[in-house]
Every structure is written in structure tokens, then in C-alpha cells.
């Protein structure tokens, strides 16, 4: 069973705005990873934040995680047309394997 | 990260036919898993394969109907039996490093007609 719900299914920016994907889950986690997808094609890891770290980044990406609140946000600034896809939080709670979240499409118009 | 390859990248096939999915990874891993994503939906966990020993397949998913093979630590193989249009799907294996991510083949696009 799909344990992340994602916040919201759709959205859709101009670019050089920022865009945040909010990703709540149900159960204790060890780690928390985002993925991007383009098109139906293989998944691209973006970063891992793990249960008890509160924020990452990694260029123009910034990851919060709450495990008080079971949530966690993905925030893109500056966005690029190239930054179209579909993204996916997903939760690992031990023994490797990972429950993905329902994934929010984001449209960036140029 | 591993560098992970999947053949076929896409098929078509007959109803009631059988498709066996290839994923390589150009380094030694203990666990590859097996993932399904339907049209439209997310990512189920399939199984997760270990070397010398049998697959672990997740509620839903039998061996019958998805017999895996991992006869190597680079090498796994995921075979779809007595297909039907359901099972139309993209299906993409993964590894995971030390630092515990997770990084997945570019996947296998099968249509069922």
C-alpha cells in the first residue's frame, strides 16, 4: 500500500519561480528520498534526508523533514522549464526497500 | 552511484505470453529490487532479489506470476507470465549504496495488447 500521499497532484509555475511539493507519510522512517521522473522514463535521485536531520540542500533544491508532523518539503527555486516532470517522495523504514508517495506534477512555462 | 541498465527499454506482447526484463549494475550488490509502476500511478515494490537465495515478493505479487532470478551480484532478471493488458506497465529494478539511497534502471515500458 502507497504510504506518502503529495501535496499537490499538479502545479504549474513560470519559470524562475519557486515551487514547493509538500510529501506526508503514516509510519516511523529511517530516511526520506525525492525522486524526479521526465516523461515516464527511469527515476533520478535527488537527495536522501534522514530521520533525524530537519533540512538538506543540494543546489537548487531544499529539503525539509518533520517527523513530528510525518511531512516533508521539497522547494525547487529559481525554476527552468527544464525542471518539468513528475516528482516523488519516497520512505525507507528499514530492510532497504521503499514506499513511494503519489508524486506531483509540476509544469514550468517559459 | 551505480550505473544500472535494463533491456528491453520497451516491448509490445501478445496476451498470454511471458517477458523476461534484464537489469545490470556495473558494481557488486547485495539486494536489487523489483518495482512496477502502472499508467499514471507511482512506484509498488515488487520483490526484492538476494543473491543465492529467493526473491521476497510484497503482498499482491506472487512467484508464479513474476518469477525473479539473481544468479550473480550484478545481474537480476524479472520475468511477467501469462501476460494480460493489466499488466502494462513500466517496470524498473534498483540498488541501493552504502549512504542508503536508491537508484533505479531506466526502466522496461511493457504494453499488453
Known amino acids: 500500500s502507497q504510504q506518502g500521499e503529495e501535496d499537490p497532484q499538479a502545479l504549474s509555475i513560470q519559470e524562475g519561480e519557486n515551487a514547493t511539493m509538500n510529501c506526508s507519510y503514516k509510519t516511523s522512517i529511517n530516511n526520506l528520498q525525492w525522486y524526479r521522473q521526465n516523461s515516464g522514463r527511469g527515476l533520478v535521485h535527488l537527495i536522501l534526508i534522514r530521520s533525524n536531520e530537519r533540512e538538506k540542500h543540494s543546489g537548487r533544491l531544499r529539503v525539509t523533514l518533520d517527523t513530528s508532523k510525518k511531512s516533508s518539503s521539497l522547494l525547487i527555486t529559481a525554476s527552468r522549464a527544464a525542471d518539468t516532470a513528475s516528482y516523488f517522495c519516497?520512505?525507507?523504514?528499514?530492510?532497504?526497500?521503499?514506499?513511494f508517495g503519489t508524486g506531483t506534477r509540476l509544469l514550468v512555462s517559459p | 552511484s551505480a550505473v544500472i541498465s535494463q533491456k528491453p527499454s520497451r516491448d509490445i506482447c501478445q496476451r498470454g505470453t511471458s517477458l523476461t526484463i534484464q537489469c545490470q549494475v556495473d558494481s557488486q550488490v547485495t539486494m536489487m529490487f523489483w518495482y512496477r509502476q502502472q499508467p499514471g500511478q507511482s512506484l509498488t515494490l515488487i520483490a526484492t532479489?538476494?543473491?543465492?537465495?529467493?526473491?521476497?515478493?510484497e503482498s499482491g505479487f506472487v512467484i508464479d506470476k513474476f518469477p525473479i532470478s539473481r544468479p550473480n551480484l550484478t545481474f537480476s532478471t524479472l520475468t511477467v507470465s501469462n501476460m494480460s493488458p493489466e499488466d502494462s506497465s513500466i517496470y524498473l529494478c534498483?540498488?541501493?549504496?552504502?549512504?542508503?539511497?536508491?537508484?533505479f534502471g531506466p526502466g522496461t515500458r511493457l504494453t499488453v495488447l
Open positions: 519516497a520512505t525507507g523504514a528499514g530492510f532497504q526497500k521503499l514506499v
Open positions: 532479489a538476494n543473491q543465492g537465495s529467493e526473491a521476497t515478493y
Open positions: 534498483s540498488v541501493e549504496n552504502r549512504r542508503d539511497e536508491q537508484f
